[in-house]
């Protein structure tokens, strides 16, 4: 069982070179979601998906956008790459079981060092 | 202001050791979630439990537990006779549910290492 599927693993990027992260889920998850984590400071929401059709910013936004492809896929996109967007990339999926919020699952992170 | 702290950057304990990981949470919500998620070197995040505010039980799994008490606003776990797989980075996770979404605040995490 896949899981959670994260392309690609790692990529180094220039300043202001542009670049989309895939993510895939095969758990037939309605909500998604992207995080990014940095040193010391846990996991933070850039965006999420309740459901297919749906994407709401989540903590730290800017510089990102987003694509709810289907129900299975949820890109993230770094139009212009700058330095401070240097992070380990994480994408998760979750079921939506009304207000009893289910644990995500977490693909294997994307490692993104930008020059 | 909902806020996960986990005030022990790293501990390192040697094999058989059992160790404690604290976790302190704020929020007004009167219904809310908490995760517990394993982090090993690999890289991977690795759900291990999730306790809603109204299960105030503590819960044993294998050589895992965790305490919950809501008075104090804590979901500590213990790892008994600790082995050098748990080596890892361990990540405690606030979810309220005000905010209309299944929303993850996540502490900064506690590195544990266990050394043979």
């Known amino acids: 069982n896949a899981g959670v599927t994260q392309t690609p693993k790692f990529q180094v990027l220039k300043t202001g070179q542009s670049m989309t992260l895939q993510c895939a889920q095969d758990m037939n998850h309605n909500s998604m979601y992207w995080y990014r984590q940095d040193p010391g400071m846990g996991l933070r929401l850039i965006y999420y998906?309740?459901?297919?059709?749906?994407?709401d910013k989540g903590e730290v936004p800017n510089g990102y956008n987003v694509s709810r492809l289907n129900k299975r896929e949820f890109s993230l996109r770094l139009e212009s790459a700058a330095p401070s967007q240097t992070s380990v990339y994480f994408c998760?999926?979750?079921?939506?079981?009304?207000?009893?919020?289910?644990?995500?699952?977490f693909g294997d992170g994307t490692r993104l060092s930008i020059l | 202001a909902q806020k996960v702290t986990q005030a022990q950057t790293e501990i390192s304990v040697v094999e058989k050791e059992d160790v404690t990981l604290d976790c302190v949470y704020e929020?007004?919500?009167?219904?809310?979630?908490l995760f517990w998620y394993k982090q090993p070197p690999s890289g991977e995040l690795v759900f291990l439990i999730r306790r809603n505010s109204f299960d105030e039980q503590n819960e044993i799994s294998g050589r895992y537990s965790w305490n919950f008490q809501k008075s104090t606003s804590s979901f500590n776990f213990t790892i008994t006779a600790s082995q050098v797989v748990d080596s890892a980075v361990y990540f405690c996770?606030?979810?309220?549910?005000?905010?209309?979404?299944?929303?993850?605040?996540f502490g900064a995490g506690t590195r544990l290492a266990v050394h043979p």
């Open positions: 998760a999926s979750s079921e939506l079981v009304g207000y009893s919020n289910q644990p995500q699952h």
């Open positions: 929020t007004r919500d009167t219904t809310y979630y």
């Open positions: 996770a606030l979810s309220p549910t005000s905010g209309g979404y299944n929303k993850l605040i």
């Open positions: 998906s309740a459901s297919e059709g749906t994407t």
